[in-house]
């Protein structure tokens, strides 16, 4: 297999408001998010050869209509919550075709306009096969890793809550973020259950937003600007299926589909050790026990070892390796088919130095993880300046 | 309302309601529910049928207070059964967040809801000791 490695640049970047976005349409948010990204590469919409868009929502999701983007080749990609992650992939093999020269990728996700418990869980419940998985929702089968890993590991309630408050701490730093206030660990812990042992405050909000990235090939990348960043490995691994909870082979405690994506992801990047090389992660912490789980899975550290992660600091916005410096979808919500593009941009910006207050020391890799459904399609991209 | 279709229903009835899942003839696993491609060795329809057990023990749990459900909270485990095999199913006549990793429970035949004029049945756990008494 060829790698991608330094084929591709990331030249424009661009973000919505993320939030309870009621005063703004699902092509509000994209065209915000685009033209941002256009701004930031210099370039003008008629440039662009061909775009792909994430976004799960089967009914709306368009990015020839709002953008009046139209005799060009644009694919809608829709690999559950990784979506945006594998938009941006398909976007960078296309380019490393030489097929098109600049492409678009956009992630966005209406969910306000139904109110939240109106929305993932009650599709899950009311729209699946008749008997099987009645009752399951995501949370649900989160809140069933962190008993398994409390039963294998020991986890505190306050190392949990921890990873919480971490979030919401580089969420305060970020003007962009939804949620931009610090909370402690008690507040954490005094938040309602919604499912066993996962609260409230363990949980990425349910909010809108959209985000864009424009993408060429490195040859041409310095026609746009100096300070682009490049592409060095894409990796995606789809491991497991919905049924997950009959899979007797499945021990809530690893999840395939992260290692293999980021193996492949290291393979590309000559990655050896990624605990020293990565200089920073955006993770998929959709609720606070998956980062944990994401820092083992990406072999960050070895099994059981994530909560030290979290306790020792190693993760928070100073330590060895920060992650989530964004405020992860904690601190933004996870508008699903966007929270891979918004990865992507957080990267770009961070390997650019733009970040101010939430900045992180010695930008050079910067690694997104973007994890589908119940572990089941997971998208791994790292980027790196020159 | 959750969905329901008859013909899923109808084609399912031996999965579902006999709780029959396929065993392997080459690797031996034996997977629920029945899929055409083996889960560990991908050969391809060459299965046994087998009746899986009724009693097993929770590999993992939850106790879910966001179900459109009327009874919260909604337990959920996931049962390595007894003979191989593993199901995801309700947990009932208990309170659900009590149950533990590890726990001995059974499988109770009941209504899992009504839609569309069907009542659609289905399994659930409960524990052992509660069906003693």
Known sequence: ??????????????CSRFGENFDLSYEDMIVDATYEAYKDAGIDPKDIQAAWLGTVNPEIGSLADPLRLFDIPIT????????????????????????????????????????????????????????????????????????????????????????????????????????????????????????????????APVTDGAAAAI????????????????????????????????????DFLTFRSTQIAAKSAYEQAGI?????????AEVHDCFSITEILNYENLGFCGPGEGKRFIDEGVASLEGDLPVNPSGGLKSFGHPIGASGVRMIYEITKQLQGKCGPRQVKNAKLGLAHNLGGTGIAVGVTILGNQ | MPFTSLPILWREQKQDLALYGVKCRKCG??????????????????FDDVRLGRRGKIASFTAEYTMPTPDLPLGMAVVDLDGGGRVFVQ????????????????????VLHESKGLYNYFWKCRPVEEAVK
């Open chain 2, 91 to 110: 947990v009932t006549d208990c309170d659900p967040e009590a149950v533990k990793i590890g726990q001995a429970v059974e499988l109770v035949f009941r």
């Open chain 1, 215 to 250: 993408i060429t090939r490195k040859e041409l990348a310095k026609n746009f600007r100096n300070d682009y960043v490049l592409v060095k490995g894409l990796g995606m691994s789809v491991s497991t299926g919905f049924n997950i909870n009959f899979n007797p082979n499945y």
């Open chain 1, 272 to 280: 050896k050790d990624p605990r020293k090389e990565i200089s920073f």
């Open chain 1, 76 to 203: 809608r990609v829709e690999n559950y919550c990784a979506s945006g992650l594998d938009a941006f992939r398909n976007g960078c093999l296309a380019v490393a075709s030489g097929m098109y020269d600049i492409a678009l990728v956009v992630g966005a996700e209406k969910m306000r306009d139904s109110p939240p418990n109106d929305t993932l869980v009650a599709s899950v419940y009311h729209h699946s096969h008749p008997l099987l998985n009645k009752g399951m929702s995501y949370i649900g089968f989160f809140g069933m890793c962190a008993n398994v890993y409390r039963e294998k590991y020991g986890l505190s309630e306050e190392t949990l809550a921890r990873v919480a408050v971490k979030s919401h701490h580089n969420g305060a730093l970020n003007p962009r973020a939804f949620f931009q206030r610090e909370i402690d660990v008690k507040t954490v812990m005094d938040s309602p259950m919604m499912a066993h042992p996962l609260r409230l405050l363990h949980c």
């Open chain 2, 29 to 46: 696993a034996i997977q629920y529910p029945r899929r055409r491609v083996c889960l560990d060795c991908q050969s391809k329809d060459d």
């Open chain 1, 1 to 14: 297999m060829n790698s991608i490695r330094d084929k591709v640049a990331v030249i424009g970047v661009g």
